[in-house]
């Protein structure tokens, strides 16, 4: 596959962008590491997922690649919470881990989400629609 940069690029955006809007919605909410960490790593895990899912729809083609691909980028992304002192390079490197989990969940609901888009529909007497 030719790697297309832009769109790498543009998903990895995506993705960084809603997991930040919902640690910004979790952190005005009160919703903290601290005080719940169980919380605060599943709305994580589920805003990367959509992010990716995003992601994935936006590529038909050899989809695995491309998350692989964003998710690398979106790691790198989080180099600068190191830099900012947010998160050690331990933590970060576990990181990883998670971001390989958002995007297997995000590309298996984008995937399911196809299969469902794309299977014949049933009319009310049974018959299918669409060519036979």
């Known amino acids: 596959m030719t790697v297309n940069a832009r769109d790498i690029f543009r998903d ?3 993705v960084y ?3 930040f ?10 919703i903290h590491l ?4 169980s919380t605060v790593y599943m709305g994580n895990l589920f805003s990367g997922a ?6 994935a729809l936006r590529s038909p083609n050899n989809r695995t690649e491309h998350l692989a691909w964003v998710a690398a980028t979106v790691w790198i992304f989080n180099l600068a919470h190191i830099a ?3 998160q050690t390079s331990a933590s970060w490197i576990r990181s990883g881990f998670t971001l390989i989990f ?8 984008a995937m ?3 299969l469902m888009s794309s299977s014949p529909r049933r009319t009310a007497a049974g018959r299918k629609e669409g060519p036979a």
Request: proline share 2%.
């Open 102 to 109: 958002m995007a297997a969940l995000g590309g298996t609901l």
């Open 17 to 19: 962008g809603v997991t």
């Open 34 to 37: 601290q005080g719940s960490p």
């Open 21 to 30: 809007v919902t640690g910004l919605a979790m952190a005005v909410l009160g």
């Open 84 to 86: 900012m002192g947010i």
């Open 50 to 55: 959509l992010g990716f899912t995003v992601a």
């Open 12 to 14: 990895a955006a995506i």
């Open 112 to 114: 399911i989400l196809t």
